[in-house]
């Protein structure tokens, strides 16, 4: 991937010269493959349910079914939202709520996806938790993620509802009702601060924002993340973010994981143990999707090849 035209210094400038010129930069081909290669990374690290929240811009109409065919072929569940933000004018904020209303009125497992609050008039947020309350699902948004949102509780205050999915809410400065998603790695990773969830009265899940799908390790961290700000956490809190994460999923709470540890039913063995990174078999719904660590819908290698290709005309366009 490209450097950026300059180089970031601050949040804002992260989402102006990356990610937001990735997302433009992405069609339909592209999100295939890398929906492709994240179910597959994530069947591969034992994680059988996804809830994804998708932005391209220059390609939004069937881009909720591209990934939710893909994460099928795989076998991997997935609840789906496109990311409705005002960045690209009026239109593009309403070709968003109308992909989120074709992918979920055609039986589609979603909620209606919000970018954030900062990005988005006081009518696209009316409009997203208007047709989310109409379909009967909740608004799966990021929310105060860094100071460019800082005022995200005062504008959903009086749209969020319990059904809402609220991500990261690191600068959040009042309570909103909904599940909180962690994102320890993601919020590291963009120097946006601890979220201290803790602290918080919410259900709160783990998430990974993206970066992989590795529920294990994100515990690890999410648990020394904690730890780090409070010298008191135990593993045992980080943990039931984990397990919270089958609220938005119940299904998968059937699906049967074998590793190559004996103790991965306990957070503290996880919290202490390096390396548990072998997945021997996965199973759901009575059927093998991953066998002696490979996929068996999918040729992983053939995943990768077209990932590697595509990247490389992403990567162009950047």
């Known amino acids: 991937m490209p450097a950026p035209p300059r180089r970031p210094t601050s949040f804002g400038q992260i989402l102006e010269q990356v990610w937001w010129r990735l997302d433009a930069a992405l069609d339909l081909e592209m999100i295939r493959a890398s929906a492709l290669l994240g179910a597959t990374e994530a069947l591969m690290s034992g994680t059988t349910a996804i ?5 391209s811009p220059n390609a ?27 960045r690209h004018g009026a239109d593009g904020a309403a070709r968003g709520l109308a992909e989120n209303e074709r992918f979920l009125r055609a039986g589609g497992r979603g909620l209606v996806g919000v970018h954030a609050a900062f990005t988005c008039s006081p009518e696209t947020l009316e409009s997203a938790a208007g ?7 909740g608004v799966h948004i990021h929310v105060a993620e860094g100071p460019d949102d800082a005022d995200a509780g005062s504008r959903l205050e009086p749209l969020a509802g319990d059904d809402w999915l609220i991500v990261h809410c690191v600068m959040l400065d ?23 969830p803790a602290e918080r009265a919410n259900r709160v899940v783990l998430g990974t924002d993206g970066i992989g799908a590795d529920m294990l390790e994100e515990f690890r961290l999410a648990y020394v993340a904690h730890r780090a700000d409070d010298l008191l956490a135990s593993p045992d809190t980080a943990w039931s973010w984990l397990e919270n994460g089958y609220a938005l999923v119940p299904e998968a709470r059937l699906d049967q994981v074998t590793w190559s540890y004996d103790h ?4 503290w063995h996880v919290a202490f143990t390096p390396g548990i990174r ?11 999707l991953l066998d002696d660590g490979l ?12 990932a590697a290709e595509q990247a490389r005309r992403l990567h162009a366009r950047l």
């Open 278 to 288: 072998a997945v021997r078999v996965v199973s759901g719904d009575g059927e093998v």
């Open 51 to 55: 809830v994804d929240h998708h932005e």
């Open 264 to 267: 991965v039913d306990s957070a």
């Open 174 to 196: 009042r309570a909103l009702p909904g599940t909180i998603a962690h994102n320890p790695r993601s919020n590291m990773n963009n120097g946006v601060g601890y979220a201290r």
């Open 60 to 86: 939004i109409d069937g881009s909720l079914d591209v990934i939710a065919d893909a994460c099928a072929e795989v076998g991997v569940r997935v609840v789906c939202a496109y990311g409705v933000t005002d």
């Open 131 to 137: 047709l989310a309350a109409d379909l009967g699902v």
């Open 295 to 306: 996929p068996t819908r999918v040729d992983v290698e053939a995943v990768r090849a077209k």
